[in-house]
C-alpha cells in the first residue's frame, strides 16, 4: 500500500464518506448481534450442559453396592470340605475376606492399575492428566485413567458398561466417577479393594482371585507366592489374551512389569524382586489347568443335588424354576451335601474298572442332528429316527441304535445322515453322544440317618452336567428284590406269616389265567418254608403268598416304605386303567418301575431295624451371607416291627451263605445281608443289601431294554468288592447285626412249618426235616406237623400192615403227604405216599387168615391134649372131658 499524503487523503474521504458511514454502521450492528447470539448460544449451552449434568448426576443410582452380584455356589461333603462349584459365566467367582487376600496380591493389582489408590477420593486427576497427555502423544486413547474404585462401580453398579452409544457411554462415565466419590466416602479403602479383588475378570471364565487362584494354580488365594500374585495382576487389562494358559508369553511381559512397579513402589525388596522374576512359574500353571480341566463335568452326585434343590426351592420357596436354577448358579450358596468322598471314589474305581465286566461291551447312540432345508424349513432329528430309518432299510423291526463298537456306531450316522440330507440342504447342527453298554447304576445309603452317601448315574465317563442319572431319575423293574418288600415283610409284620411257613412250591397260575414260573420254568421244590423261598428266590411262593395277604396290603405297605412311582388305577393315553394293585406286583412286575435311591432306602429300613429314613442328599443350604435357606432333616417313621426286620435280615443273610447271593459273599468276618433280582428277559439285574454299616444296591442291564446273559453275575460281584473296600479302607469294625430280644426259637417241621412230630420229621426219606426257626412272639407254631405220615407195612405183602399182621413181619416208613388240590410233577413227588392206606391193606394176614390160624391153634392144643391124656390114662388118671376142654380154653387164652 503506498503510504503518501494524496493516498492517505483519499482513504480519509472514503473512510468518511456518507456511505461508508452507513456500511460501518451495519456491520457494526450485524456484528453486535452476531456477538450477542454467540454469547446466548453459549451461555444457554453452558446453561444446557449444566442442566444436563445436574441431570445425570440426579438419576445416577442412590442405593448401589460395591459387592459382586453374583458369585459361585460351593456344594461340600459329608466332612465339609469343597467337592464342587457351581457358576456360570456371571458367577465363577468365590468371595474371599480381606485379610485372607495376601498383601503381594492386593499391592500387585494397586502398582498396576492405580498406584495412587490409598491417596485419591475416587478420582486420579494426575492420572486423567497423565493418560490425556499420553493419549495426545500417541494419537490414541488406549490409556487408562480410571482408579480401582471406577472399575469397581463401573462392574458391580453399571454391570460393565457395554453402551451401545457415546451419549450413553459419556453419562455412564460422568456417573461412574461421581459415585466413585460417593462410594470413598461411604467405604474405606479395605473394603473397596476387597471387593474389586472378588469382582475381576481373570480370564477362562474365572471372576475373582480366589476362583482365578484355583484355577490356574489349584490353590487357595492366601497360599499364593509373589510370582502368582503378579501373575494374576497382570490378567485383568485384557483376559482374554492375557490369561497364562493361552497367552503365557503376553502374560509374562506383563509379570514382569509389575514386578517392576512393586520394587519401585518400595512393596518388595530388591531380593524378592528378583527371586520372583526367576520363578519358572508358567510350568505349574499348565500342570494345574490340565489336571482341572479333566473333572470339569459335574458328578453324577452333584447333579442330584442341584436337581433336589431347585425343587425344594420351588415347593419349599415358592421360587420359579428359573429363579431357582439361577439362584444354585448365581447366588453364592453353600450346599453340604450328605455325600462321603472317599466312599465315592472307591465306588467309582471299581465300577469303571472294564475288568469287573466280563459280558462284552458295546455302545448306544444318542444323537441330535438338525438340518435346515433348501426351502427354509428346520428338522430335527434323534436316535429314534435312526432306529426308523434301519427298521426299514434292513426289514428289521427289532432293530436298536445299539453298536458293537463306536465305529460301527459312526458309520450308522453317516449313512442316517446321509440320507435325509438332500442337495440345498444345510447341516445346521449335530451331537453325537454314546453310553457304554451294559450300563450300571449304584447307590449307597447310611441306614440310621438316610443320608446317601454315594450315587454313580452311569458306567464309563461322564461326557454332560445334569446328563442321564440311572440312579436318581431312572425308573427300572425292581425283579424278585420286590419279593421281600411287597410280601414277605408284610405278611411276617402282620403275623400272617412267618419264615416257617409253608407254600405249595407246584405248578400255578395267576387269575387271569397266565402261567406262573420260577427261573427255571420246569423246576417246582414241593412244600417250602418263606425262608427257603427267600434263599430260593422262589417265584411261585411269592405269588401264592401276596395272593393270600392280598395285593392291596402288599400295595400299601410299599407306598410305606417311600416308592413314589407305583401306580394305582392311573388312565393311559388309550383310556385304560393301569395299576400295581396284583399278584404280579410280588415280582416287581410293576407298570413303571422304581429308583435304584428309593430300592435302597426301602431295603436300608430292614437294616435299620424296620425304620424308614428318608433318603436325603443334602442337609444345610445357606445363602451368601450365611443365613440358612434350606434344611434337610431327615424324616423317620416305624414301618415294621423290629422283629420283622430281624427275621427277614436273618433269612437274607442266609441269600448270601448259601443262596443265590454268593457271589456276593464279603471276604471279612462282616455280617451281610442281602436280595439278587432278575426280571423276565433277563432286561435287568439287581442286588440289593446291606452290613450293619451301609445299605447298597447295584442295577446293571441295557438303557433299551435289551436281553443279555450275566453268566458270572458281575453286578453281585461289584457290589462284593465295593463293600469289602470299604471295610479295608475305613477299617471298620466287623459286627454283627443287632440282637432282638423279643425273637423266639423252636424247632420245626420243613414241609409243614409245625412242630415237628417225634420220629417221624426227622425221619423223613430224603432227610432230616427238623430245624431250629426264629419267630415274632406270638407266632412260635403250636400244632403238630401234618405234612408228614408213619405208615407201618407187612413184609410178606408189601402193603399196610392191618392188626393181625405178625409183629416180625411189620416195618415203618415215612411219607410226605400232598397238600389237597396241589397238581403236577416237584421235588417232593417220590417221597410223597401214593396209595391209599384205606385200600391198600395186607392181603395175606387177613381176618380170614386169623380165624384159620387160630383154628389150627385149637386142634394142636387138642391133639396135644389128647395125647397128653391117653399118656395119663396109661398112669390110671381119670380125667372128665370138661376138664380136658377147660384146658385147651386155658391153653388158648394164654
Known amino acids: 500500500m503506498n503510504y503518501n499524503e494524496p493516498s492517505i487523503k483519499k482513504k480519509r474521504e472514503e473512510v468518511f464518506s456518507k456511505k461508508k458511514r452507513k456500511q460501518t454502521t451495519a456491520s457494526a450492528i450485524v456484528f453486535r448481534i452476531v456477538l450477542i447470539l454467540i454469547c446466548a448460544v453459549i451461555v444457554s449451552g453452558a446453561g444446557l450442559l449444566y442442566g444436563s449434568f445436574r441431570g445425570i448426576i440426579a438419576s445416577a443410582p442412590k442405593d448401589f453396592s460395591l459387592a459382586p452380584k453374583y458369585s459361585a455356589t460351593i456344594v461340600y461333603d459329608d466332612d465339609n470340605k469343597q467337592v464342587q462349584q457351581l457358576s456360570d459365566y456371571s458367577s465363577n467367582r468365590i ?109 477362562k471364565g474365572n471372576l475373582g482371585v480366589e476362583a482365578a487362584s484355583k484355577y490356574y494354580f489349584g490353590k487357595s488365594v492366601n497360599e499364593l507366592t509373589l510370582s502368582e500374585c503378579a501373575v494374576l495382576a497382570g490378567i485383568t487389562k485384557n483376559p482374554t489374551f492375557l490369561n497364562p494358559v493361552d497367552y503365557p508369553e503376553d502374560n509374562d511381559a506383563r509379570r514382569k512389569l509389575i514386578l517392576k512397579k512393586m520394587y519401585q513402589l518400595n512393596y518388595i525388596s530388591d531380593k524378592e524382586y528378583q527371586s520372583a522374576l526367576e520363578d519358572k512359574v508358567y510350568a505349574r500353571i499348565a500342570n494345574k489347568t490340565a489336571k482341572g480341566r479333566k473333572n470339569s463335568v459335574y458328578s453324577y452326585f452333584t447333579d442330584a443335588v442341584i436337581t433336589k434343590v431347585v425343587s425344594d426351592l420351588q415347593e419349599q420357596k415358592g421360587y420359579t424354576q428359573s429363579q431357582a436354577y439361577q439362584l444354585v448358579y448365581r447366588g453364592g450358596l453353600r450346599i453340604y451335601s450328605t455325600q462321603n468322598t472317599k466312599l465315592q471314589k472307591i465306588a467309582d474305581s471299581v465300577i469303571n474298572n472294564p475288568d469287573n465286566y466280563p459280558v462284552d461291551t458295546k455302545f448306544s447312540l444318542e444323537y441330535k442332528l438338525q438340518v435346515t432345508h433348501e426351502d427354509g424349513t428346520t428338522s430335527t432329528y434323534t436316535e429314534s429316527n435312526v432306529a426308523a430309518y434301519f427298521r ?82 431312572v425308573k427300572r423293574q425292581p425283579g424278585s428284590t420286590f419279593k421281600i418288600l411287597s410280601t414277605y415283610a408284610p405278611g411276617i409284620d402282620t403275623g400272617s406269616m412267618t419264615l416257617a411257613t409253608v407254600f405249595d412250591d407246584a405248578p400255578y397260575h395267576y387269575e387271569n389265567g397266565q402261567k406262573v414260573t420260577n427261573y427255571v420254568p420246569t423246576s417246582y421244590k414241593g412244600l417250602t418254608t418263606l425262608r427257603d423261598a427267600i434263599i430260593d428266590s422262589n417265584n411261585i411262593v411269592a405269588v401264592k403268598a401276596i395272593t393270600s395277604l392280598t395285593p392291596q396290603v402288599g400295595f400299601d405297605f410299599l407306598q410305606k416304605l417311600g416308592f413314589t412311582t407305583l401306580v394305582n388305577n392311573r388312565v393311559n393315553t388309550n383310556g385304560a386303567y393301569e395299576s400295581d394293585v396284583n399278584q404280579s406286583l410280588s415280582l416287581g412286575g410293576i407298570t413303571d418301575g422304581v429308583t435304584n435311591v428309593e430300592l435302597t432306602a426301602a431295603y436300608a429300613a430292614i437294616a435299620n431295624q424296620g425304620t424308614y429314613n428318608k433318603p436325603v442328599l443334602y442337609t444345610t443350604v445357606k445363602d451368601s451371607n450365611g443365613n440358612v435357606l434350606l434344611s434337610n432333616k431327615t424324616s423317620s417313621r416305624k414301618v415294621m416291627k423290629k422283629s420283622t426286620a430281624w427275621l427277614l435280615t436273618n433269612a437274607m443273610e442266609d441269600v448270601i451263605k448259601k443262596g443265590t447271593g454268593k457271589e456276593a459273599q464279603l471276604d471279612s468276618d462282616m455280617a451281610a445281608a442281602g436280595k439278587t433280582g432278575t426280571t423276565s428277559n433277563n432286561y435287568d439285574y439287581w442286588f440289593c443289601g446291606y452290613t450293619p454299616y451301609y445299605t447298597a444296591s447295584v442295577w446293571t442291564g441295557y438303557d433299551y431294554n435289551t436281553s443279555f446273559d450275566n453268566d458270572k453275575d458281575y453286578h453281585k460281584v461289584i457290589w462284593k468288592k465295593i463293600m469289602d473296600r470299604i471295610i479295608k479302607e475305613t477299617k471298620q469294625s466287623v459286627k454283627s447285626f443287632p440282637a432282638c430280644k423279643s425273637i423266639k426259637k423252636a424247632s420245626i417241621c420243613m414241609k409243614s412249618g409245625k412242630k415237628p412230630l417225634p420220629d417221624i420229621c426227622a425221619k423223613d426219606p430224603q432227610k432230616s426235616m427238623v430245624r431250629t426257626e426264629y419267630f415274632a412272639p ?45 397238581t403236577g410233577k416237584t421235588e417232593d413227588e417220590p417221597y410223597f405216599l401214593n396209595i391209599d392206606i384205606n385200600k391198600k391193606k395186607c392181603n395175606i394176614h387177613t381176618n380170614e387168615w386169623y380165624l384159620k390160624k387160630q383154628e389150627k391153634k385149637k386142634k394142636k392144643q387138642e391133639d396135644k391134649l389128647k395125647k397128653q391124656q391117653e399118656q395119663q390114662n396109661g398112669n390110671n388118671t381119670i380125667t372128665t372131658p370138661d376138664d380136658i376142654s377147660n384146658q385147651i380154653k386155658k391153653i388158648l387164652n394164654q
Open 95 to 203: 468371595p474371599v475376606a480381606y485379610e485372607q487376600i495376601p498383601d503381594n496380591l492386593k499391592n500387585a493389582f494397586i502398582s498396576i492399575e492405580d498406584e495412587r489408590f490409598y491417596e485419591h477420593d475416587g478420582i486420579d486427576f494426575k492420572g486423567i492428566l497423565r493418560a490425556l497427555w499420553t493419549d495426545i502423544q500417541n494419537g490414541s486413547t488406549s490409556q487408562g485413567a480410571s482408579t480401582l474404585t471406577q472399575q469397581l462401580i463401573k462392574n458391580n453398579v453399571f454391570e460393565a458398561g457395554g453402551e451401545t452409544n457415546i451419549i450413553a457411554k459419556v453419562k455412564r462415565k460422568i456417573q461412574e466417577q461421581y459415585l466413585a466419590i460417593i462410594a470413598e466416602k461411604k467405604y474405606n479403602k479395605e473394603d473397596i479393594l476387597t471387593n474389586y479383588l472378588n469382582t475381576i475378570n481373570l480370564g
Open 392 to 473: 426299514k432299510k434292513k426289514k428289521d423291526p427289532g432293530y436298536k441304535t445299539i453298536y458293537n463298537s463306536k465305529k460301527e456306531m459312526k458309520a450308522a450316522v453317516k449313512a442316517f445322515r446321509k440320507s435325509v440330507i438332500k442337495k440345498g440342504d444345510t447341516k445346521k447342527s449335530q451331537s453325537i453322544h454314546y453310553s457304554m453298554e451294559p450300563q450300571l447304576s449304584y447307590s449307597l445309603i447310611d441306614q440310621k440317618t438316610g443320608q446317601v452317601k454315594v450315587l454313580v448315574g452311569g458306567r464309563g465317563q461322564k461326557q454332560d452336567d445334569l446328563a442321564l442319572n440311572r440312579a436318581t431319575s
Open 778 to 822: 406270638g407266632t412260635v407254631p403250636k400244632d403238630s406237623c401234618d405234612a408228614h405220615i408213619a405208615v407201618t407195612f407187612c413184609s410178606k405183602s408189601h402193603l399196610v400192615a392191618q392188626k393181625f399182621c405178625p409183629e416180625k413181619f411189620r416195618y415203618t416208613k415215612i411219607f410226605r403227604v400232598r397238600p389237597k388240590h396241589s
